[in-house]
């Protein structure tokens, strides 16, 4: 079993119903366990589209799925839920976003699968509810968690 992070949000309709709701479906995959869910937090939608504001939060999983087995379990949860990725602008509005944030210590580089999360050392909305599961936790090639929210919050 690997530990892996997942981020969750959801800015269309009943957020956390979605939110809760989609927990309660990750922890009935097979070969996934859900060991800890953060608090969530509701927070600015981030690029160009003018939209709802974002409950966000993460979850600790163990798994016996590969990295990519566990996105396509990801995205097909997603679509279960009415996300369209097909449709409507790339950093548009969404019933549920889930995202790879990490998988192990492993670093993958691929055209549809990026670990750890490429702008995950960047967001306050990831690293707020990852810190709170898991402040030591190294992510590979930027450093520990509340590192990185500690140079978010000075400004560095």
């Known amino acids: 079993m690997v530990k892996a992070f997942v981020g969750l949000g959801s800015n269309l309709g009943e957020r956390e ?3 809760r709701a989609a927990i309660g479906r990750l922890r009935g995959l097979p070969d996934v366990e859900v060991i800890q869910v953060s608090s969530f937090r509701d927070t600015e939608p981030v690029g160009p589209v003018d939209q709802p504001r974002f409950l966000n ?11 990519r087995a566990l996105l ?4 097909e949860l997603e679509r279960a839920f009415g996300r369209d990725r097909s449709a409507g602008p790339l950093h548009g509005p969404r019933t ?7 998988y192990g ?3 993958i580089d691929e055209p549809l699968l ?6 995950l050392h960047e967001r306050r909305f990831v690293l707020e509810p990852l810190a709170e599961l898991a402040p030591d936790l190294e992510v590979p090639g930027q450093g520990p968690v509340q590192t990185l929210l500690a140079r978010l919050d000075s400004g560095a």
Do not use: S
């Open 17 to 19: 119903v979605t939110l």
């Open 57 to 67: 939060g993460a979850v600790e999983l163990e798994t016996g799925l590969t990295p």
């Open 72 to 75: 396509g379990a990801l995205l």
């Open 96 to 102: 549920l976003d889930l995202d790879l944030l990490l």
């Open 105 to 107: 210590a492993e670093t």
């Open 114 to 119: 990026n670990v750890p999360h490429p702008r």
